[in-house]
């Protein structure tokens, strides 16, 4: 059974910066998904296996960074300049094979708890 812990999240200023962390119990392609109140989950960010590329949303590209560290099995997301926008309940997912386009969240097998993280203007 895949498990997935997130942290990190928070209340921020718009500017702001935040660093959230999901934990794995193994090696996968590892995304970060939001969801805001009344909308559906929509990608953020993937950090695909074995040194493969990583993909951004439109919306966060150059704002946010996706990395990994192999050796405790962790994916983060740095996120800065954070706007109001970005509101949302943060999800990460695990993915366990490689088809697809990484970008859609029924494209994952396991998901995270979540982490709110909430930007005021």
């Known amino acids: 059974q895949v498990q997935l812990v997130e942290s990190g999240g928070g209340l921020v200023q718009a500017g702001g910066s935040l660093r959230l962390s999901c934990v794995a119990s193994?090696?996968?392609?590892m995304g970060w998904f939001r969801q805001a109140l009344g909308k559906e989950r929509e990608f953020v960010a993937v950090?695909?296996?074995?040194?493969?590329?990583?993909y951004y949303s439109d919306s966060v590209k150059g704002r946010f960074t996706i990395s990994r560290d192999n050796a405790d099995n962790t994916v983060y997301l740095q996120m800065n300049s954070l706007k109001p926008e970005d509101t949302a309940v943060y999800f990460c997912g695990a993915k366990l094979d490689f088809r697809g386009t990484y970008r859609w969240a029924s494209e994952y097998h396991y998901w995270g708890q979540g982490t709110q993280v909430t930007v005021s203007s």
């Open positions: 950090s695909t296996l074995n040194g493969g590329p990583t």
């Open positions: 193994g090696r996968y392609h």
